[in-house]
């Protein structure tokens, strides 16, 4: 059953770095017919996709503007995972935060992490 | 960005009536070369991530029930529940994923009347 499991903090202090992995199992983080992506949710942005990444030969990313200058997203192969890092976080970064698989659309979602930034 | 916009936000229905909610984009979402638009429709209830009902604008993800349908072109798409379950109480978000960033509209609360 494939299935991704999402880990990290739920509290991170301002201007620091919010950092989640998201396990992938019955799926590879290198297949080429899909894409890795995050997604968070506030209740004043509604649904918001971060970014994603992708291996077509090599390693594609696409960042959302909103978060350009603080977003990276990692692929590890040897854990078959996907991490996001968001640096310098304000309470606007306070959110649930999704991975998500694109396949048909978005087949395929973790269990959700609630991360809030406060001191 | 492509902008999404549902109506109604909130939509009430008796049980086993129809219910309908609406979605537009600023743009095409239609990839001429494959002939699909890049629509997806998705339920969330309380507590859970959201969950893929319907893709490529009208095709239904597997186990879906077939009370749900999509339908639409260009612009344009709706969602209908033939005949609203106490289980479909929700909030429903249609999504582009033709071009980045891949933008949801804002939410539609369905409830029971």
């Known amino acids: 059953q494939v299935q991704l499991q999402q880990s990290g903090p739920g509290l991170v202090k301002p201007s620091q770095t919010l950092s989640l992995t998201c396990a992938i199992s019955?799926?590879?983080?290198?297949?080429?017919?899909?894409?890795w992506s995050w997604i968070r949710q506030s209740p004043s942005r509604g649904l918001e996709w971060l970014g994603n990444?992708?291996?077509?030969?090599?390693?594609?990313?696409d960042y959302a503007v909103s978060v350009k200058s603080r977003i990276t997203l990692n692929p590890d192969t040897s854990k078959n995972q996907f991490s996001l890092q968001l640096n310098s976080v304000t309470p606007e970064d306070t959110a649930v935060y999704y991975c998500?698989?694109?396949?048909?659309?978005?087949?395929?979602w973790g269990q959700g992490t609630m991360v809030t930034v406060s001191s | 960005d492509i902008v999404m916009t549902q109506s109604p936000d909130s939509l009430a229905v008796s049980l086993g009536e129809r219910a309908t909610i609406n979605c537009k984009s600023s743009?095409?979402?239609?990839?001429?070369?494959?002939?699909?638009?890049?629509l997806a429709w998705y339920q969330q209830k309380p507590g859970q991530p959201p969950k893929l009902l319907i893709y490529?604008?009208?095709i239904r993800e597997s186990g879906v029930p077939d009370r749900f349908t999509g339908s639409g072109s260009g612009t344009d798409f709706t969602l209908t529940i033939s005949s609203l379950q106490a289980e479909d109480v929700a909030v429903y978000y249609c999504?582009?994923?033709?071009?980045?960033?891949?933008?949801f509209g804002q939410g539609t609360k369905l409830e029971i009347k």
């Open positions: 019955g799926d590879s983080v290198s297949s080429t017919s899909t894409t």
């Open positions: 490529w604008a009208s």
């Open positions: 999504q582009q994923y033709y071009s980045t960033p891949y933008t």
């Open positions: 990444t992708y291996y077509r030969s090599h390693w594609y990313y």
């Open positions: 743009q095409s979402v239609l990839y001429s070369s494959n002939n699909k638009h890049y």
């Open positions: 998500a698989r694109r396949g048909n659309a978005f087949d395929l």
